[in-house]
């Protein structure tokens, strides 16, 4: 049998809240890889609308590898929510115009970097990540979990602000998968190999053809 149609909005047969996201996102600067989905419970039209303050002039990107699982009202906070934080107040006077216009004359707002998200990553519902932040291949984000900080490969991380509940596994078999990267062999690769891939047998999916 064929691995799914990549190229298809709704991977799903009669299911519309389940899509292929890089079949949905609009917005250039989100970028999304082969093989991820987003599931809503209302309409997949949500999952830009749940990326807050992404405007054109702060330049950040998010990002999001392949094979990748989003629940629903998971909710991305970009840079342009970023308020000075080092001067004596944070009131964005700028944004005003008239005669607060040149507030910021010569000084910048926060910006943290691109939100990356790795590879074959599991965001759990309700979801809150924040700018700059990165989530290694293979992560799994609790439900509820509000993300200010990097997430290592293979962590379960959960709460808020998320902490490491554990690793999925050891440290040399994370090591392995990290150099296995199975989401870019190819699919047919992929598929001939999927009761290796359900299952916790690294060492079969180093050898595996």
């Known amino acids: 049998m064929p691995a799914p149609n990549k190229t298809l909005k709704f991977p799903l047969k009669n299911y519309d809240r389940l899509c292929f996201l890089k079949n949905v996102v609009k917005n250039p600067h989100i970028i999304v890889r082969d093989y991820t989905y987003y599931d809503d419970f209302e309409n997949v039209e949500n999952f830009e609308k749940n990326v807050k303050y992404h405007f054109d ?20 906070i970009m840079n342009g929510a ?27 707002y926060p910006n943290k970097g691109d939100i990356n998200i790795g590879n074959d990553v599991w965001i759990g519902y309700n979801t809150t990540i924040m700018a700059g932040v990165k989530i290694g291949d293979g992560a799994i984000i609790a439900t509820n979990a509000t993300v200010t900080k990097d997430v290592e490969p293979y962590a379960i991380v959960g709460g808020n602000p998320a902490q490491l509940i554990k690793k999925r596994f050891s440290a040399d078999q994370i090591k392995k998968l990290l150099t296995i990267q199975w989401w870019n062999w190819d699919i047919e690769k992929i598929t001939r190999n999927l009761h290796l891939l359900t299952d916790h047998r690294i060492e079969e999916l180093e050898t595996c053809e």
């Open 57 to 76: 002039f702060t330049g950040d990107q998010l990002i999001i590898g392949r094979f990748c699982m989003i629940a629903s009202h998971v909710t991305f």
């Open 82 to 108: 970023n308020h000075l934080t080092n001067a004596i107040t944070a009131y964005p006077f700028a944004i005003f115009g008239e005669d607060w216009k040149n507030a910021m004359e010569g000084k910048k």
